[in-house]
């Protein structure tokens, strides 16, 4: 039994609507309570950079309503009538159904529904979301297998040599998913590599989707999200896969990530030198031009930075100010409930951040539980809280910085900022030391 | 006759209550007829969009009460709107000039092992923790679908919990799906504060003067102190203790009947306190009557009549300025309900023209009774009869309206929805503070955004230009409201 949950860092499986959203003309039907839609949109979207809407998000999103009625007497009618209504209303590619708690505790047969419509040849899918099954990231994979499962022909299609399926940042959860997917499609190309983003602006829709078979191999750019998929892939078609565990921020780890996806992919290994020195003389170029005010500011700097952040960034952002600006870590907390089968190579990298340098990590979803933690912990100089807004309240308490990069972020607005890359690190290494000058001002 | 009734837990739901519906297409005037006798039925719609939850409306009213704490009792998904009250509780923080900190909010998490064998458990753990981690004088606990189809005994354990804690420990029922009407969960809340909360008044303090709000700025202190009164600003923003003597005040006001309709009836029927039924202080004439019912119940009729004369006096230059630049502009209205009313009042008295207006739900009936505080009757008479619609934010509906009836301006109230008339280019905004329209320099608020807001309207007509609504040219082709069944 997990425990109770202040200052959530993510929400339920139901996230996954949100997912879709992030899909080129498709289209989410909820069917949940009058509720839940909104609740999410505006926790993952709205109150996490204020992302917006989108194509058919925000008050667009079809969606059943449970009542009374649906709930005693079940709810399989009014779920047919909405996608009736749906697939004449809404100008789409792809419909997904995901379930909420309600259909899923009474025990609506939604897939045979929607199994109907798709007979018809609708291209209608079908994902069971209920909010108490799992969390966001859960939710996120079960929508991956559930698009992979019932929209894919299991066919092979004829590899295109250079074509690769990126899985990494979770739409909308990950306030910055856009932009980051865009960087790593942008670093790809840089390797000569067709990056299938399948998520956000110019990623293809459906069409991308259904190219999913013709990669010659899936890349999971994430410590465990996006692996199921990578297996089922593995499995259905035959496509290899390589799960690279560290969203690639700065220097030393966008040199690594090339290094390996290039050695991977079998590019020639002098292009992929190529590339990778060319981005990486602009990269120092700006890195030597922080020098002065880093080694000469005489006002504090941060101590020791501490992540509270999902798996993705506390790893990702532990791993770019240890090796890039030279930090050290203090106290790491993961909020994305992270499955037991992924927690040990989590350790193992936290413990291998640098040759010198290692960390511990706790693994909790609740704020109380980091604010308390944080309170019991020693800090020598004024910390780094490297997290969500819900943070702000402990770093003042402990006299610190904090940076909101982890939903819900209600103190930024987020257009295409990307982390990624050798820029993402300019960025990264940009807004946190304005967040400390902005501090004295 | 009781109609406040607080021995039971649970609120009734509006459709029972108020006789509420979320379907009609017609005119205002036909709306006000069919409600007289409570003969107006709901209309279901085969195809639907997300609406809202009664959980959501019934957090909003207790997430700001600075020293008690919410346990949402549900899984995760449902403390969505967690962050988003905790910016409005650090933004409404930051104005006052008050310490900023969190909201006190928890989720107790029920997940599939829950769901088989209860939430029982799980909740007592969630209570005590909010008891040890925000030392609150009053626990309240929401409950959600979940909860309500797995069938926890929240009031009992509420109860034990109480006893336990030595603190009020009080249950919300606010389910999702019992209600289609999402101001329920307003109820919810206010029925929790009155059964448990509200203490019998020792003394009375007959200057003071309950104001049921959300969040608005502080445009009370300044009026009511020149009649001698001043505002109490209920229910987010408070203590507890400040929510324990509601009944000391003279008399209660609201900035909107959809919202307070409840709280105000109770508080008279249970505790004295006097309800001023009137319509809602928007636009001059619904200004003037509110203001004199208040004289009225709190005996300042004398200082109210110098009040609106000074003031009537004061705006009408500017007003009349207003009003020439207006003329001939169509506004299209969208809200909830009585603030809906409240926003056509507001056209009307600037004479634009009213292309139509929605509102997110309709209630027949307030829990008054009155007619007296019937704000759609009181639009009709005074401004005329305008082409009106009852639509429970459905975007698709609002789309096709607004493309037909193509207004110079969309004013709406909720979010996700400024949207349908951007993308169409129609200069659109929301008015998030509720307080802006309010009285007679209210109106003059409103003149004047609505004047910014056409003068530039290049962002919206880039976001037409460049940008697609998510609706089959079928449908834009149909009659709007052809979803909507017939009345049941």
């Known amino acids: 039994m997990s425990g109770v949950i202040e200052q959530p860092r993510h929400l339920c499986m139901l996230s996954a609507k949100q997912s879709v959203v992030a899909i080129e003309r498709a289209v989410p039907i909820v069917h949940a309570g009058p509720g839940c839609s909104g609740k999410l949109w505006s926790g993952l979207s709205f109150c996490n950079g204020f992302q917006g809407s989108g194509y058919a998000g925000g008050g667009a999103v079809p969606s059943t309503n449970t009542g009374e009625k649906e709930v005693v007497f079940g709810g399989e009618e009014r779920l047919r009538s909405v996608i009736e209504g749906a697939l004449k209303v809404m100008d789409a590619d792809l419909f997904v159904v995901l379930t909420g708690c309600t259909s899923d505790i009474v025990g609506d047969d939604t897939g045979q529904v929607v199994r109907e419509f798709r007979e018809q040849g609708m291209p209608i899918v079908y994902a069971e979301t209920g909010g108490f099954k799992g969390s966001s990231f859960v939710g996120h994979e079960a929508l991956l297998e559930a698009v992979i499962a019932q929209l894919l022909d299991l066919a092979a299609q004829e590899r295109v040599s250079n074509l690769v399926n990126v899985f990494a940042s979770v739409p909308y959860l990950d306030p910055f998913w856009s932009g980051n997917l865009e960087a790593l499609r942008e670093l790809l190309a840089g390797l000569g590599l067709e990056a299938n983003i399948l998520f956000g602006p110019g990623s293809g829709g459906i069409e991308a989707w259904r190219k999913i078979p013709a990669a010659s191999f899936n890349l999971v750019v994430s410590p465990w999200v996006g692996l199921k998929a990578a297996r089922i892939l593995e499995e259905r078609y035959g496509t290899p896969f390589l799960h690279y565990p560290v969203l690639p921020i700065g220097g030393t780890e966008t040199s690594r990530f090339l290094a390996t996806v290039g050695a991977f992919a079998g590019v020639d290994r002098g292009k992929t030198a190529a590339f990778i020195r060319k981005e990486e003389k602009r990269f120092y170029y700006y890195l030597e031009r922080s020098a002065d005010f880093i080694l000469e500011f005489r006002y504090d700097l941060p101590g020791r930075f501490v992540t509270v952040c999902d798996s993705l960034y506390a790893l990702a952002v532990s791993r770019f100010l240890v090796n890039d600006l030279g930090l050290l870590p203090g106290r790491q907390f993961i909020t994305d409930q992270t499955p037991t089968e992924h927690r040990e190579s989590l350790r193992a990298e936290f413990a291998a951040l640098s040759p010198s340098v290692s960390a511990q990590v706790t693994f909790t979803p609740d704020g109380g539980e980091v604010q308390r933690e944080l309170r019991a912990t020693k800090h020598h100089q004024p910390p780094l809280i490297i997290g969500s807004t819900w943070d702000k309240d402990i770093a003042a308490e402990l006299k610190g910085y904090q940076v909101s990069l982890s939903l819900p972020v209600t103190d930024r607005l987020v257009l295409d900022r990307s982390y990624v890359g050798y820029r993402g690190g300019l960025r990264l290494a940009e807004d946190f030391y304005t967040a400390i000058l902005g501090s004295y001002q | ?488």
Not at chain 2, 421 to 444: C, N, Q, S, V, W
């Open chain 2, 1 to 488: 006759m009781a109609t406040i009734n607080l021995t039971t837990a649970d609120v009734p739901i509006r459709e029972n209550r108020l006789g509420s519906v979320t379907g009609y297409e017609g005119s205002a005037g036909e709306l006000t007829r069919r409600s007289r006798d409570c003969s107006l039925r709901e209309r279901e719609r085969s195809f639907t969009q997300c609406a809202t939850c009664a959980s959501v409306t019934a957090i909003c009213q207790v997430a700001m009460i600075q020293d008690a704490a919410v346990v949402n009792h549900a899984p995760l998904g449902c403390a969505g709107d967690f962050a988003n009250f905790n910016f409005i509780n650090r933004a409404g923080q930051a104005r006052r000039g008050w310490r900023l900190a969190n909201a006190h909010l928890l989720n107790s998490n029920l997940d599939e092992h829950d769901i088989v064998f209860g939430g029982a458990e799980r909740l007592k753990v969630a209570v005590r923790e909010a008891m040890t981690r925000f030392a609150p004088k009053a626990i309240f606990v929401t409950t959600s679908c979940a909860s309500g189809i797995i069938g926890d005994d929240v009031p009992a354990i509420c109860r034990e919990l109480e006893e336990e804690l030595g603190v009020t420990v009080v249950s919300i029922s606010c389910e999702g799906f019992r209600s289609q009407i999402w101001a329920t969960g307003f109820d919810a809340a206010y029925h929790a504060i009155l059964r448990r909360v509200v203490k019998p008044a020792v003394t009375k303090r007959p200057d003071l003067i309950n104001v049921i709000n959300f969040w608005g700025d502080d445009i009370f202190t300044a009026l009511f102190g020149r009649l001698g009164l001043t505002p109490n600003y209920v229910v987010p923003f408070t203590t507890v203790a400040q929510l324990e003597r509601l009944s000391e005040a003279a008399a209660t006001v609201q900035i909107c009947s959809t919202l307070g309709t409840y709280l105000a009836a109770g508080l008279e029927e249970h505790f004295g306190v006097a309800e001023v039924k009137a319509p809602s202080p928007y636009g001059i004439s619904g200004t003037d009557a509110w203001l004199r019912e208040l004289g009225r119940v709190t005996g300042k009729e004398a200082e109210v009549e110098a009040l609106i004369a000074e003031e009537h006096g004061r705006i009408s230059a500017e007003l009349a300025e207003l009003r020439a630049r207006l003329k001939g502009i169509r506004g299209f209205v969208a809200a909830g309900a009585v603030h809906g009313h409240s926003l056509v009042a507001i056209l009307g008295e600037l004479g634009m023209e009213v292309a139509g207006a929605t509102v997110w739900h309709h209630d027949q009936r307030f829990d008054h009774n009155d007619p007296q505080g019937d704000s759609l009757q009181h639009v009709v008479s005074e401004y005329g009869d305008v082409p009106f619609s009852v639509c429970n934010k459905q975007s698709f509906e609002m789309v096709n309206l607004l493309n037909r009836l193509r207004p110079d301006i969309f004013i709406v109230r909720h979010n996700g929805m400024a949207v349908c008339g951007a993308k169409l280019g129609i200069p659109t905004f929301l008015m998030g503070d509720e307080h802006f329209g309010i009285g007679y320099e209210g109106l003059l608020n409103y003149g004047r955004k609505i004047l910014d807001s056409i003068t530039n309207p290049a962002f919206v007509q880039n976001l037409a230009r460049h940008t697609r609504l998510p609706y089959t040219e079928w449908w834009l082709a149909q009659q709007p409201f052809s979803f909507l069944g017939e009345e049941a």
